[in-house]
């Protein structure tokens, strides 16, 4: 065999480097690489990852338009917190938390002033939360302050289903609130109106209502509660605020349930965060939060810095992070409008449903939920049945399919069950296919006789 010098164009890709001298993984390398070694190291290694257009575990949106991705591959490198350097950019931010406030029927909109939507662009809804909250607890405060009353001795406290995604579980243990979580039950598994009532007291800054949980897909009801607490306040002047925790719903709900009141057309409804890179349609992590209006966000709240360039407000958790990602919620505010959301938004809902009623044909499944809220599925065993949830969502693997098996919230978790995340790019062809692959695993697991596969819960975000 001649001998090919390593830098000839001649030389196989796999003869250098990348075959002959082991890469630190835990530490810097002596040496350097060449770009295209480094980028083939890294591919090769990716791609022992699962397919993310076959995980239907996550929320999270995996396809965009070709020209998104270009879009935002054009703006990594703007830094969205430089909004004098930036000025596009950061018109772009709002323009696009005008277009979420709208949707949720914020007041004061002027379609002459940008700055009448009062909210910001978030890392996704785990900041938007983050935010939310404290501007509830500042104005639980700001209230006791202007009664005369010392909020420094109590406690304040947040009501909540105890099927609320962990990041309100983070923000009540970061930012010293007590968290009161509302229990699920079997067959029950969003908050009463009635739990809710009997949870709140006057340090409470505010109640937690869920359009579209993690767990089930399922709408709590929004409209209710409210009703609930405004009796509550004319009975007894207690004055509590809503949240909303729209982050799945959110992109979903005006459009295939537009006549649902569960947003800003609530007067106890004082602030809503949403899910871009979910049902936005948008890749991970661009997020909102929502305010009625300036009334609800406290003015201490927002810091004011110059060294940027100009005087800036910023109300954030962060500091730095890519405007590329607002840039792509832009696109698809522009490129699909209000029709074409509801158009997609049918379609997956109508592809949702059809698998449930699939899975309701197979003896073996008792459906949760059916896809009719928001895309998404959920669905148990019958009692009876000799394998588990988790030997379903592990055999699934064996064919591509990432479906999560986890126990129900407090106090449920008796209750295992299997959900399946409808999104863009999972179409019905894909939905036909899984519902064969989910027969076939059936049948290999009627055949075993015993379950065992797996017993370890697969809970995605």
Not at 39 to 65: C, K, P, Q
Not at 154 to 180: C, H, I
Not at 221 to 227: H, K, L, Y
């Amino acid at each position: 065999m001649p001998n090919v010098s390593r830098h000839s164009s001649l030389t196989p890709a796999y003869c250098g480097r990348l075959s002959t001298s082991p890469i630190p993984a835990l530490r810097l390398p002596d040496e350097s690489m060449e770009p295209d070694q480094t980028y083939r190291f890294i591919h090769d290694e990716l791609m022992l990852d699962g397919s993310s257009r076959l995980n239907l575990a996550t929320f999270v949106t995996t396809w965009m338009d070709p020209e998104a991705g270009q879009l935002m591959s054009e703006t990594f490198d703007k830094n969205m917190i430089d909004k004098d350097e930036y000025p596009v950019t950061a018109a772009i931010e709002q323009r696009c938390v005008c277009m979420v406030a709208d949707l949720f029927h914020a007041e004061d909109l002027r379609d002459d002033d940008p700055s009448s939507a009062i909210g910001v662009s978030t890392v996704g809804s785990s900041e938007a939360v983050m935010l939310a909250g404290l501007a509830l607890k500042w104005r639980w405060r700001q209230k006791l302050e202007a009664a005369g009353q010392d909020w420094k001795g109590r406690t304040p406290n947040l009501v909540m289903g105890s099927n609320v995604q962990v990041v309100w579980e983070k923000f009540s243990r970061y930012f010293d609130v007590e968290a009161r979580y509302l229990p699920m039950e079997h067959g029950r598994y969003v908050i009463t109106p009635e739990q809710v009532l009997d949870a709140v007291d006057e340090n409470t800054i505010g109640v937690v209502a869920i359009l579209g949980t993690t767990f089930t897909g399922e709408l709590e009801p929004v409209g209710d509660i409210c009703a609930a607490l405004d009796s509550l306040a004319a009975e007894k002047g207690l004055d509590i605020p809503v949240h909303v925790d729209a982050a799945s719903g959110g992109f979903v709900v005006p459009f295939v349930h537009p006549d649902l009141v569960w947003d800003f057309r609530l007067p106890r409804v004082v602030s809503i965060n949403v899910s871009g890179h979910k049902y936005g349609l948008t890749y991970p992590g661009i997020g909102f939060v929502v305010w009625r209006n300036s009334e609800h966000l406290p003015e201490e709240l927002v810091f004011r810095v110059n060294y940027l360039g100009g005087d800036m407000p910023t109300f954030t958790l962060n500091f730095s992070r890519p405007g590329n990602q607002v840039v792509g919620q832009y696109y698809n505010f522009l490129r699909l409008g209000r029709d074409g959301y509801a158009t997609v938004m049918h379609c997956l809902s109508d592809t949702a449903q059809w698998l449930a009623r699939e899975l309701a044909g197979m003896s073996v499944f008792e459906v949760i939920s059916d896809g009719s809220a928001i895309p998404v599925v959920a669905f148990t065993l019958v009692e009876g049945t000799k394998y588990t949830v988790f030997d379903v969502s592990a055999l699934l693997r064996s064919y591509g399919w990432q479906v999560p098996a986890y126990t129900m919230p407090d106090d449920a978790t008796d209750v295992a069950v299997l959900r399946i995340v409808v999104r863009e790019g999972f179409s019905a062809n894909l939905a036909r296919a899984l519902r064969d692959d989910i027969v076939e695993v059936l049948g290999k697991l009627d055949k075993t006789g015993v379950g065992g596969f797996s017993d370890e819960a697969h809970f995605a975000h």
